[in-house]
């Protein structure tokens, strides 16, 4: 994880850099949107993909309303590069769910090296259907838990399946104390930012207010 202070560093050299933002962030603030800089979210990935199995090569771009994704990565053998289209469908979180259903487009996988081994093999061959990769993550061995539905260009995952976000007891904490006057409404891109809309239920205050004191 990047040291915090190299963060903050980060963070106010870009806002020196984009002044623009600030005035962003407050009309956003105005209508209960976060606006993510795509940089930020690139720098993220070049901080924390390391090591022999990390991804490479990330290319994160904005399709409004929807996310292009690139990388390259090792699996069964093979270098694979890997391209798609994210549109985020709908959000749901709460303290007994972080839902997430997602629709992914123009899916692309290419062998760059690896010889002949089974899923170079199966990518040149054309074999598999791209066309739904929800399916293809449904036969997945060890599909990991959080994704709980796959099908055809469809996937939900739900985030508080993944056993270390589950056991936080913050997380749960928090969950419990602001998912009832403020929720995560739609995910989409704009410009070149991931826009984060949320919904106010004020009057839900007095369940937050409980719960921030049991």
């Known amino acids: 994880m990047p040291n915090p202070k190299v963060l903050v560093s980060a963070a106010a050299s870009y806002l020196r850099s984009h002044p623009d933002e600030l ?64 549109f985020i469908e709908s959000v749901e979180i ?16 290419e062998a760059l090296e690896g010889g002949e081994s089974p899923i170079s093999g ?28 796959a ?9 508080l399946k993944s056993p270390k976000v589950a056991s936080n007891a913050k997380v749960q904490r928090a969950l419990s104390v602001v998912t009832p006057v403020l929720t995560v409404a739609s995910i989409h891109t704009r410009d070149d930012h991931l826009d984060v809309q949320l919904r106010a239920s004020p009057s839900r205050l007095a369940e937050a207010v409980a719960a921030a004191r049991s």
């Open 23 to 86: 005035a962003r962030v407050v009309r956003s603030a105005a209508g209960l949107r976060i606006g993510i800089p795509l940089d930020a979210l690139r720098y993220l990935v070049r901080e924390l993909a390391t090591g022999k199995k990390a991804p490479t090569d990330v290319v994160i771009e904005a399709v409004p309303p929807g996310l292009r994704l690139a990388a390259s990565f090792r699996v069964m053998g093979s270098s694979v590069r890997a391209r798609l289209t994210l």
């Open 94 to 109: 709460s303290p007994g769910k972080a839902l997430l259903a997602a629709r992914i487009a123009n899916l692309d996988l």
């Open 122 to 149: 199966l990518i040149k061959s054309g074999a598999l259907d791209l066309s739904k990769p929800g399916n293809l993550l449904a036969f997945l061995p060890n599909r990991p838990p959080i994704i709980v539905d």
């Open 151 to 159: 099908k055809d260009d469809r996937v939900v995952v739900d985030l």
